[in-house]
Every structure is written in structure tokens, then in C-alpha cells.
């Protein structure tokens, strides 16, 4: 077992991955028997792909080089983006942490969420979006499936800021993550500014979309959306609704190692992150920073992952001409 592990940050110092990687790696390395030091490399770049084609293509197989990713890695590569030269088949992930989000609304709109549902299918109202390829994507595809009138106005530089503008008032719907709901959002609608509408719910091991233990009293929106007459779960935009909630929520944080390393190592790691997910000391502090999510470890996080990056040429053709209809984004891929 090496006695120094690097891992690689494709994202600047202080982004909420690069303190996921910080928080994980303590815990990571005391859940090792030898306690590795553990090496921070940050190679921000590309949204990401600077720093993961650089892993990809440089990272040796001896499990002392490992890589943090998230959705804003994942999304290009399910797009084909063509920057992108890594392959995540060629990864193995040793565990992931999902997170969950809501999407609340003006009370100006209404106290009743459905009633506010309906005001927003009627009325268009603005919503502060990072860009539409980012972790937003899900949510303005919600925004469609549920026919909600919403018009985004895209280049915050965080949620935070897309918050900022709903404060304001410039903005009639948001969304946010877990975390900064409980921090910020939670004051509001506490307050009475803000109505909670819908989560985005949790995925379970068998691949399915069910409550957030976070928001058990919310619905999700697949519960909203399969309620409306004539969908399903086959319908080509809830498929692709699906597969990047599952790249981008329920594996929101992934550490990898190269497929190719030695199985004895492999099942090493394994073992640890196991033993992590069982620790209440870890879960407790991990609650304090990501919401009560188990961490998924093991052949679970093996199938979620080759299950959510697997995009057929059919889906990803429907989700880059949607783009292009609904919001003028041309996608060029690969």
C-alpha cells in the first residue's frame, strides 16, 4: 500500500469539490490501516476536463494516483463533449456521495404549492441558472416536464448568486442543493418569502427516484411528473431526465481509480470506504456538510455509475436538440 496517495481536484481551491476531496481525505486516510498522507493536486481548468483529461491520460495503475469528479466532469462526458479525452469505463469508483435539492418559489405566487404550480404554468418568471449544460440541466428540464413557465437568464457564477437575485426579487423560482437550502433558503421560508415546491428525491439501489429523507413531506418532481395524465417513466424525457439526476445528484462527488490496478488494492480501498459508510463519527460529520445521504461504496456505486454514463446516440441527440429548441444552446459533440 503506498504511504503517499495524490489525489487529483480538476477544480480550483475552495469550490465545493475540492472540500469534499479535503473533508474525505482525513477520513479516508485514518480509515486506511497504514494512514497514507494524502496529496491534494488542484488542476482547475475547462469546467473540469483540463484536469480529468490530464489524469486520464498521465495517472498510473500502481493505486497511488486517484481523481475527485463531479457532475460538471460527468455531464461532457455523457454530451461527448468533444474536449474531453477520458473514459470513465476506464475508471472504478471507490465512493460516491449523492445529495439531494429543492426548488422553491415566490410566496408572492401563492401558500399553497400546487396552487403556485399553477400560477407558474400560467405566468413566466425568471430563474438565475449558471449555464445549461451544468448541474442545472435536471432542473430546467423539470421546469419543461411540468410545463412551468420559466425563463432562465444564464451566467451566475454560483447558485449562491442565483439565490441572491431570488432574494431580490429579480428571480420568481430557484433551486438549490441540500446544504444551501438548510443554510439559506430555510430562513425564508421560514420567514414567509419562499414556498418549497418539489424535491429532486434520492436514488435507491435499484436505480429508482424516492423520497428525500431530507424532505420526506415534499413530493419529488417524479412523483408531479408521473401524476399528469399520459406520462411514464419510459417517456424519452423522463429517461434522460434520469440519467443525469444519476451523474449529477445521486453520484454528485465520485472518487476513481484507474480500472487497472491491482484487485488486492482495489478491494483494500473498497473495504475502507466500506468501513467509512458504517462509522458514525464519519456519517455524522459528513451530515453536517452534505445532508443525511449515505455515502455509496462498492459494486452499488460500480452499477450506478456504468448505469448513469451509459447514454445512448437516441438520448443524447433528444437532450442536445432540446437544448437547441428550448434555449438556443448549440452542443457540438463528439
Known amino acids: 500500500m503506498p504511504d503517499t496517495l495524490t489525489w487529483t481536484v480538476p477544480f480550483g481551491v475552495g469550490g465545493g469539490t475540492d472540500v469534499w476531496a479535503r473533508f474525505m481525505s482525513h477520513w479516508v486516510g485514518e480509515s486506511l490501516e497504514n494512514h497514507p498522507a494524502i496529496v491534494i493536486n488542484n488542476v482547475p481548468g ?19 494516483e486517484m481523481i475527485v469528479t463531479s457532475a460538471s466532469t460527468q455531464y461532457p ?17 471507490i465512493i460516491a456521495a449523492p445529495t439531494g ?15 403556485v404550480l399553477e400560477h407558474l404554468r400560467q405566468h413566466e418568471t425568471k430563474f438565475g441558472a449558471q449555464t445549461p449544460t ?88 417524479s412523483e408531479l411528473y408521473l401524476a ?46 466500506k468501513k467509512l459508510a458504517k462509522d458514525p463519527e464519519f456519517l455524522e460529520a459528513a451530515r453536517q456538510r452534505i445532508g443525511p445521504y449515505d455515502p455509496v461504496t462498492g459494486d452499488v456505486a460500480a452499477r450506478q455509475l456504468e448505469a448513469a454514463m451509459q447514454m445512448s446516440q437516441e438520448r443524447r441527440q433528444w437532450i442536445v436538440d432540446w437544448l437547441k429548441q428550448k434555449h438556443d444552446i448549440r452542443v457540438v459533440t463528439q
Do not use: C
Not at 475547462?46 to 497511488?64: D, Q
Not at 435539492?101 to 396552487?115: E, F, L, R, T, W
Not at 465520485?254 to 487497472?260: G, N
Open 77 to 93: 462526458a455523457m454530451l461527448k463533449d468533444p474536449r474531453v479525452r477520458f473514459d470513465y469505463s476506464r475508471w472504478t469508483p
Open 134 to 221: 451544468g448541474l442545472e440541466l435536471p432542473i430546467l428540464l423539470a421546469f419543461d416536464m411540468l410545463g412551468l413557465q420559466v425563463d432562465p437568464v444564464f451566467g451566475m457564477r454560483s447558485r449562491g448568486e442565483g439565490r441572491l437575485a431570488f432574494e431580490r426579487g429579480e428571480a420568481g423560482i430557484d433551486f438549490q442543493t441540500t446544504s444551501a437550502y438548510f443554510s439559506s433558503v430555510t430562513p425564508l421560508v421560514k420567514s414567509g418569502q419562499a414556498v418549497p415546491l418539489f424535491s429532486l428525491g434520492v436514488m435507491n439501489d435499484d436505480n429508482v427516484i424516492v423520497r428525500d429523507p431530507a424532505f420526506p413531506d415534499l413530493p419529488t418532481f
Open 46 to 64: 475547462g469546467g473540469s476536463i483540463t484536469g480529468a483529461n490530464l489524469f486520464y491520460s498521465r495517472a498510473r495503475s500502481n493505486g497511488a
Open 101 to 115: 435539492g429543492v426548488v422553491y418559489a415566490q410566496s408572492s405566487m401563492g401558500d399553497d404549492p400546487k396552487k
Open 228 to 273: 399528469q395524465p399520459g406520462t411514464s417513466r419510459d417517456d424519452m424525457a423522463y429517461q434522460v431526465y434520469h440519467k443525469f439526476f444519476a451523474s449529477g445528484y445521486a453520484l454528485q462527488k465520485l472518487l476513481l481509480v484507474p480500472k487497472d490496478i491491482d484487485a488486492s488494492m482495489l478491494e483494500t480501498y473498497r473495504d475502507a470506504a
